[in-house]
């Protein structure tokens, strides 16, 4: 699908918005409340109120685009409906419950807009460093510091590309040691045979843990060089990251080398691998 580059604005300004807004009542609620409301669901993650409110945060605004929308807290859209939709989005509204209810700060509102079955464009906004990360299909990937946290929030296509920074920041290692990201949850022997054989290469490789998908940011900044995932995550975990790598030149590939697939009957990703080949 060909969007026109007024469309992708609209669309991107629109879910801009969204995440900042979400990520506002996230942020009062991460500083404000003493009880999150946790509970498990029926997969075993937790989810809190901050979750639930960021969701309707998101759908509202998101609704006005006509778009249908699938979200890691509205999932329950049989895949007969679904699997003819060409175009969606596709959101995880806090991404790092675990991390949020820790209270690391390593969480983050996620929206991305899937055509083709495709990542198109994606917003990730990490409202602990007022950042938002960015990537359209026209002018590539972005990070813009300095966003504010704001439930009213309404910037123009300008204002969110003003002094937005090009990703890669850094197109080489500049001297720093590789560095391989890990999720925070304990990961298995085809995971730390991986690294072990990253290392020989790399003897002196850092290995760096952190939740949500501020791993595909860093990747995409250009402060990282490798990711490996080999327990359980959804769509919704890498569409908008992989939207982000892929403008700033990172590939994300099954551990045969296959591109993900998005809008599958199970949304569930396989295993994979995110490398750097600057
Ligand atoms: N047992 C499980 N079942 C389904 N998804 C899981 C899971 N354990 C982790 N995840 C996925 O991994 C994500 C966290 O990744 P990370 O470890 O990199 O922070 C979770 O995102 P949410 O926090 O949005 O639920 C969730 O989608
Ligand atoms: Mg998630």
């Not at 969480?107 to 994606?122: H, V």
């Not at 949500?212 to 490996?228: F, P, R, V």
Request: aromatic share 8%; proline share 4%.
């Amino acid at each position: 699908m060909c969007l026109a580059r007024e469309q992708t604005d609209f669309l991107l300004t629109r879910a801009f918005n969204a995440a900042v807004s979400a990520g506002a009542k996230i942020y009062e609620i991460y500083t404000s409340y003493d009880d999150f409301g946790v509970s498990l669901k029926a997969d075993s993650t937790p989810i809190t109120i901050a979750d639930r409110q960021a969701h309707s945060i998101i759908a509202k605004r998101l609704a006005q685009t006509r778009i249908p929308i699938l979200s890691e807290e509205g999932r329950d859209i049989l895949y007969e409906e679904r699997q003819n939709w060409d175009l969606f989005w596709l959101v995880d509204p806090l991404d790092g419950t675990r991390q949020f209810i820790e209270r690391t700060g390593e969480f983050t509102i996620n929206i991305a807009l899937i055509a083709d079955n495709k990542p198109l464009l994606g917003v990730i906004y990490h409202p602990c460093s007022d950042t938002v990360y960015l990537s359209d299909p026209d002018r590539g990937a972005f990070s813009k510091v300095g966003v504010r946290v704001s439930q009213t929030t309404e910037y123009t296509v300008n204002e969110i590309f003003r002094d937005a920074r090009k990703l890669p920041l850094h197109n080489e290692q500049g001297g720093r040691s590789a560095r391989l990201l890990l999720s925070r949850v304990r990961e298995s022997n085809v995971a730390h045979d991986f690294i072990e054989n990253v290392r020989t290469d790399h003897p002196d490789l850092q290995v760096l843990e952190y939740g949500s998908s501020l791993k595909l940011c860093l990747l995409a900044e250009g402060s990282a060089d490798y990711y490996i995932r080999t327990t359980q995550t959804m769509e919704w975990d890498t569409a908008a990251g992989e939207a982000i790598m892929r403008g700033a030149g990172v590939r994300i590939c099954d551990l045969h080398g296959n591109d993900l697939q998005y809008n599958k009957e199970k949304l569930e990703n396989p295993p994979f691998l995110c490398k750097c080949s600057r």
